[in-house]
């Protein structure tokens, strides 16, 4: 087999921070496009690829093009295209590109480089492909407390990096309907940046007031799913920077049952064979009289068997506990767990 005429490189560009943000008087810091390794990034990242193809042969090479395509799962973009746009390169000749794509979503990248050339009369390609990783820089969890036409947001920010990152800013993107005011004291940050050094699975919280507008009343304050996105911009101390965006605050209402089922009296022992009485309890949490109807399926009761009808219908006014007695009996010693009973009225269960 012939080898290749032709040789391709691939090298990883960074443009790394010569100082932190807001030095030199908020003046931009010139930075330099360094090579380095292709390997895991942060998700936000500026991703730049430089390309080398160069006639390693002793003759010359015709119609040169090249294409880059990258890909993450199903979804693939093509960053280069030199269509028939070719080149011929003389032996020790080369090409050279650059490519970009903005790394915005976690997981691992496949970075695929085709050379198309002509040798001898004959079409040719030439294939590489590089794999690499996009971490999250940042793992956020939140929690919501509705105070009824404002929501207090607090957004948790986890380092979960390998080193120290700072979390140079954030904003909270509202949806229709709501306005943020973020409450967190930061003006006590002693960092070079606008936000705080976060070291290895170091935390930082922001809490958000967030309130709605006139036309939005409590209860659809209560009802909604999602009240904004928040976005993190970041920076690796002298490395990259970037921002990971698209983090939901998703609001999930607490759903409180319409009733609820109790024990309240049972005895703490009874005899084999021997009937003996243990009362229930069912509140009614709504503002309506329920008609709630008590079942027991006698095959998960196991030994516990119920004296008397297996469907209890009961009727209980807004706020109401109501007690019931039942009438058990058990056929075997040991000790019984009590099972198989169930509350439902209409929809609720």
């Not at 810091?29 to 936000?44: E, I, N, Y």
Request: negative net charge; charged residues 20%; glycine residues 8%.
């Amino acid at each position: 087999m012939q080898p290749e005429p032709l040789l391709l490189k691939v090298m990883r560009l960074r443009r790394p921070s010569m100082a932190p943000s807001g030095a030199l008087n908020g003046l931009e810091v010139p930075k330099a496009l360094v090579p380095m390794a292709l390997q895991k990034s942060l998700v936000g990242e500026q991703f730049t690829g430089y390309l080398h193809v160069t006639n390693t042969s002793g003759q010359t090479v015709h119609d040169v093009g090249l294409k880059v395509e990258i890909d993450i799962g199903a979804s693939k973009s093509t960053l280069l295209n030199t269509g028939t746009s070719r080149a011929s390169l003389p032996p020790g000749e080369f090409v050279d590109a650059l490519v970009e794509y903005a790394l915005n979503d976690a997981g691992t990248y496949a970075l695929n480089c085709y050379v198309f050339y002509n040798c001898n009369g004959e079409q040719a390609q030439l294939r590489r492909s590089y794999r690499f990783p996009a971490l999250a820089p940042f793992a956020v969890s939140h929690r919501v407390v509705q105070l009824d036409r404002q929501l207090l947001v607090e957004c948790l920010i986890e380092n979960s990096t390998e080193g120290s990152i700072y979390l140079s800013s954030w904003h909270l993107e509202c949806a229709d309907g709501f306005q943020s005011e973020l409450l967190t004291e930061t003006d006590s940050l002693e960092t070079g940046c606008a936000g705080p050094l976060l070291k290895q699975r170091g935390c930082f919280s922001l809490v958000f007031r967030v309130a709605a507008d006139e036309t939005l009343d409590s209860v659809v304050v209560r009802q909604c799913e999602v009240i904004g996105t928040l976005s993190l911009w970041w920076q690796v101390p002298d490395g990259p920077r970037g921002c990971m965006e698209g983090h939901q605050i998703q609001v999930k209402p607490i759903q409180v049952p319409k009733l609820d089922l109790q024990v309240v009296e049972c005895p703490k022992k009874v005899q084999v064979e021997v009937p003996f009485q243990l009362e229930l309890q069912v509140m009614n949490r709504t503002e309506d009289v329920l008609e709630p109807k008590v079942s027991f399926d006698l095959r998960l009761m196991g030994a516990v068997k119920i004296q008397g009808p297996c469907q209890r219908l009961l009727r209980i006014e807004p706020g109401e506990r109501q007690r019931l007695p039942i009438e058990l009996v058990v056929t075997v010693p040991g000790l019984h767990g009590l099972q198989g009973i169930s509350i439902a009225c209409d929809d609720q269960a």
